[in-house]
């Protein structure tokens, strides 16, 4: 079935890149809604945007949507991730401001929101999106893949010259919770210098060290406290790519694998996807298919994981 929010849950803090501070209110949605976001702090201008692939213009730092007027919204990955994560389909964000808030730099806040508000079934059957052919996208030696599977399964390589993160690999499958357990609580991380110049740009203006981002130098961890895995980055990067991949407007049923990818390359993927439509196929899933996806059989335990 598809689910929403039993209640409302709202979220404050300061976007990540513009420094300024929005509040973000996420309701339940009827059945067959999907998720659209809704710009309240402007009036004279359509202020509904679509949580979908077709909208995100080019920007490599975040997730960006914008709709027909030019109206947007950015940073909308890690929300989007907690989204599937908790198997909710169905929301309307109310927002201030231009951008999501950015929290902890990870999924948890928002996950631990959700699953607090609790998720409610609606008595209409989920569609997913079955890949049948694998397609695959290639920018310089980053490339990103999906391919044929029963449920969600991703994997993904890494490789940065920082020996504080080095080379990390990584495959899980997304069913059960396992979103929720392993992965929604990996912080976005960058490299000090990467940080100096997005600061000396004017960008990354709401980033504190430790409290919503893991900075490296080299071999050390800048960031107060470490990391919370000892692979957190690639853990990081899978949160983002599921965020990503929930811009296609219903859940995969594919393996993705990214290798040194980021947000426009899988969003090129699913551009590629859609733009092959031998390759995929528009499905109402049966129960045994649905038990595949992120989000299906959370138990109340797994909020402890993100407590």
């Known amino acids: 079935m598809q689910a929403t929010l039993r209640s409302s849950v709202e979220f404050k803090g300061l976007g990540l890149h513009s420094g300024r501070p929005a509040r973000m209110k996420v309701h339940p949605a009827a059945a067959s809604f999907g998720i659209w976001f809704r710009r309240v702090d402007i009036q004279d201008s359509d202020n509904m945007i679509p949580a979908r692939y077709d909208v995100v213009p080019q920007s490599q730092l975040c997730t960006r949507l914008r709709n027909e007027a030019g109206v947007e919204v ?16 169905n929301a309307l964000i109310e927002i201030d401001g231009p951008e999501v808030p950015i929290l902890d730099g990870s999924s948890a806040p928002f ?29 310089g030696d980053a490339t990103a893949t999906l391919r044929p599977a029963r449920g969600m399964k ?52 709401g980033g ?22 000892k ?15 929930a811009l296609a407007g219903a859940p995969l049923l594919a393996e993705y694998h990214g290798v040194r990818a980021g947000h426009m390359l899988t969003n090129e993927l699913l551009r590629a996807l ?13 129960p045994e298919q649905a038990a595949q996806l992120p989000g299906v059989d959370l138990h109340a335990e797994d909020l402890a994981h993100v407590a």
């Open 74 to 89: 950015s940073t909308v990955e890690h929300l989007m991730a907690a989204l599937a994560g908790c198997g909710i389909h």
């Open 154 to 205: 991703m994997r993904f390589d890494i490789e940065f010259p920082d020996a504080a993160i080095g080379q990390q690999t990584l495959a899980t499958d997304l069913r059960n919770g396992h979103f929720v357990r392993e992965l929604c609580d990996s912080r976005t991380f960058c490299r000090q210098a990467e940080v100096d110049a997005m600061k000396a740009n004017g960008l990354a203006l």
């Open 208 to 229: 504190v060290p430790g409290e919503n981002a893991v900075v490296v130098d080299g071999d050390a961890v800048v960031s107060p406290g470490g990391l919370r895995h």
């Open 231 to 245: 692979d957190e980055p690639v853990r990081h990067k899978m949160l983002d790519a599921l965020g990503d991949l």
């Open 111 to 139: 996950v631990r929101g959700l699953l607090a508000r609790g998720v409610q079934a609606q008595n209409v059957p989920v569609l997913a999106i079955e890949v049948l052919e694998e397609v695959t996208v290639t920018r």
């Open 274 to 286: 859609f733009a092959r439509p031998s390759a995929w196929r528009l499905i109402e899933c049966s």
